[in-house]
């Protein structure tokens, strides 16, 4: 990791200013430059959101005045620094101003600049963090394999299938009883409900053009259709969206289909207990999905106060064919996690307050980024 972010670092200065900010943000790992005074000259989002303090304010004074605990007291990074020693130090506490506690590996690469100024360039890397995209990539391809077994399987089904539904439709020419036709009826109705399961189990193969979309139309029209089913007085339904969110590049009748999904799972959560539903958006900064971390992305959280998850299903709740109601097929969450994983998104389920929580995250382009912080700053 080290060598990565040197890297970028490298090509960075040989870009324009955005170009570096936009290389050295993209990264999951906290980068700081200090001088040998120990005064930051740059640090990137991911320092920021790690430390809980603002690039303006890292300025201010050394490093270690930003942190309360750390084993990079100024003697060890004084010495780090005017002797041009690399240092790795493994699995170190911090706390932060904010009492926030983490564990981080941490790397010091002193270098020496043009002008012959002694800096070095300091990497955190948060365990817990690296420990999630471990898991989410193991994840990943385990839901991957499942979906092509699973797709693989469908096809094979559904060859043979088309050939029994016509050759019952030309059985049922050949009868003159009604009675007897009521059999071949049955056989090609049966036939489309198996058809339409398949189809189901070979979800989106291909996004459709994409656009940028206000993320509240989407979700506002599933939750038109779930509305009409709610059994009245019940389950309520909360909004909780916030108007100043950006667009999303998406396609809207796809990302209705996966809200659409998971809210009617938290409705069938709730025919026995609970009775809320809520819908929450919000701008989140420094989001990783997969190996990547953006800059801005979109929440969307459906929260539901029923029973919860079996803990059993927990980690396999996106795979195909899972699920713990009797007359579930297992298919909508696992179209849901296809759809969000189309769009670049990334999907989670959280269970351990109390509610089931789903909350999707969406990244923004970097055209729509820096369009919403003018904006926001105008």
Known sequence: MVQRATVANTQAKQGSPMQTELVLDSLSTAVIVIDETLVPLYANASAEQLLGISRSRLTEHSLPHHYLSLALDEDLLGR????????????????????????VDVSITPYETQQRRLCALIELRSVEQQLKIHQALVSKNQQQAAQLLVRGLAHEIKNPLGGLRGAAQLLDRELDQPEQQEFTTMIIEQADR??????????????????????????????????????????????????????????????????????????????????TITLRTRTKHQVSIGLHTHKMAVEIAIIDNGPGIDAALVDTLFYPMVTNKPEGSGLGLSIAHTIIAQHQGRIDCDTSHGCTEFTIWLPLTPAIQNEHQKDYHS
């Open 194 to 275: 198996l058809k339409a399961i398949v189809d189901k189990l070979l979800g989106p193969q291909h996004p459709s053009p994409r656009a940028p979309f206000n993320v509240h139309e989407p979700i506002e029209k599933a939750l038109q259709l779930v509305e009409v089913t709610l059994p009245p007085g019940k389950i309520h339904i909360i909004r909780d969206y916030d108007p100043s969110i950006p667009e999303v590049v998406m396609e809207p009748d796809q990302m209705q289909q996966a809200i659409l999904n998971i809210v009617q799972n938290a409705q069938q959560a709730l025919e026995k207990s609970g009775d």
């Open 80 to 103: 780090t620094v005017s002797q041009q020693n690399s240092l790795s130090i493994s699995r170190v506490p911090l706390i932060t101003l904010e009492n926030q506690a983490h564990v």
